[in-house]
């Protein structure tokens, strides 16, 4: 069977790619975002996933407002980032696990999660960037399967209906016929708020709460209401659900706890606080 190794959350903000590009990472506005990674990229090179399931959400690349699945799965050999504006380059695809992706979707289906499955999907920067913040040399050493959950077009998926859901794709992948390793990712979040009245909105304590809530109580975010949480985090903090349902798959197989090896937190980049979380499976 599958083994899972662990879970990583991070920020995703278009910026980022542009930053990278430039060469920014040791700039002083930069300087504290990029400092976060490299402990997860010597964790990442001594457990060597070959897999990453990655929950993030779509904004409006390859979903728009009139089409907006709840949940998405992807069943693509490849995952080609697109044009997102801004003038920052694409990314580079991403390689698809469609073996696993079929596994996922069976799982899902089975336990009444109603999806749509993708075997063409394109991929925005919440999806591309944290393969390139983890991986920065390129040519990515895994494999992927997107899972994109609603955080964008209301009514949203509660929080304890994504932390199911996280848990479902943990048991799928636990019960994956494959040798191979397997790591979660979540992109999204923390606080922030681009638009109204709140817009540059941020909510340092409840981050802050959050992160810790997901080493010794993980089901605490379940508690609130869509409404409590779009108020707590912003119109975009909202995309912490991703990082539940991360959370959530590492709640099965072998072993239910789990052990930080890193994380950082630094606000502003853009108009976001952003998260960075590395947690182990352990036994
Ligand atoms: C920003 C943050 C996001 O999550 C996003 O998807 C786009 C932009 C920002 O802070 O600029
Ligand atoms: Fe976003």
Not at 156 to 185: C, M, N, Q
Not at 233 to 257: C, F, K
Request: net charge negative; with cysteine; hydrophobic share 40%.
């Amino acid at each position: 069977m599958a083994k899972i190794i662990g879970g990583l959350g991070t920020s995703h903000i278009p910026a980022i790619g542009g930053a990278i590009h430039k060469g920014l990472q040791q700039d002083p506005y930069w300087k504290p975002f990029f400092d976060g990674f490299p402990p997860i990229h010597e964790w990442l090179k001594a457990q060597k996933p070959d897999v990453m399931v990655i929950f993030y959400n779509d904004h409006g690349l390859n979903f728009f407002l009139d089409k907006m699945p709840t949940f998405a799965v992807g069943a693509a050999p490849q995952y080609v980032n697109s044009d997102e504006g801004w003038g920052i380059p694409s990314l580079e695809a991403l390689k698809g696990e469609v073996d696993l992706s079929w596994q996922i979707i069976n799982h899902l289906v089975d336990k009444e999660f109603d999806i749509t499955t993708c075997q063409e999907l394109l991929v925005d920067h919440a999806c591309s960037l944290p393969l390139k913040l983890f991986f920065p040399e390129g040519n990515y050493p895994v494999t992927v399967v997107p899972v994109c959950i609603n955080t964008v077009q209301f009514p949203l998926p509660k929080a304890h209906r994504v932390y199911t859901l996280g848990r479902a794709v943990g048991e799928a992948v636990a019960a994956w016929d494959s040798s191979k390793k397997v790591a979660f990712i979540a992109s999204g979040g923390l606080s922030h708020q681009l638009e109204g009245t709140r817009a540059g909105f941020i909510n340092k304590d409840f981050d802050l709460k959050f992160m810790e809530s997901l080493l010794t109580n993980p089901e605490w975010a379940t508690q609130f209401s869509i409404h409590e949480l779009v108020e707590k985090t912003g119109t975009q903090g909202i995309e912490l659900l991703t990082w539940l349902a991360m959370r959530a798959a590492l709640t099965v197989g072998e072993g239910a706890g789990v052990r930080k090896v890193h994380s950082n937190y630094h606000i502003p980049i853009s108009n976001t606080a952003t998260g960075l979380l590395a947690l182990e499976k352990v036994s």
